[in-house]
């Protein structure tokens, strides 16, 4: 079985910053894409950031381009989100994701990841 979970949520003022973690167990081989969503209740998933490696890639979300950085192990069984200058509308719960298969890290943030954490929850509040 393949495990997905994140940590490092939490409650911080407008302009704070955050890093949320990844870990995984139970993979056997590295996976193709690695990566971060995010919901607010009532609203769709957004997939904010990912890593692709059959297609060397990286997406952000216009979002949060130029605020928040991906990054990982050698392995990439462990993953990062470093959130700088956090706004109120960065509120949600946060979800790490990863997947086979062949894409783009554009693909795969527009997709259905097969395998997910439970979410860790990041409140901004002014």
């Known amino acids: 079985q393949i495990h997905v979970v994140e940590s490092g949520g939490g409650a911080v003022q407008p302009g704070g910053f955050l890093r949320l973690f990844c870990e995984t167990s139970?993979?056997?081989?590295?996976?193709?894409?690695v990566g971060w969503f995010r919901q607010v209740p009532g609203k769709e998933r957004e997939g904010i950031t990912c890593?692709?490696?059959?297609?060397?890639?990286?997406y952000y979300s216009d979002s949060v381009k130029g605020r928040f950085t991906i990054s990982k192990d050698n392995t990439e069984m462990t993953w990062y989100l470093q959130m700088n200058n956090l706004i109120p509308e960065d509120t949600a719960i946060y979800y790490c994701a990863a997947a086979n298969g062949v894409g783009t890290a554009s693909y795969f943030c527009h997709s259905d990841m097969q395998f997910w954490g439970k979410g860790t929850l990041v409140t901004v509040s002014s």
């Open positions: 890593l692709g490696y059959i297609v060397n890639s990286t």
């Open positions: 139970g993979a056997v081989l590295p996976f193709s894409s």
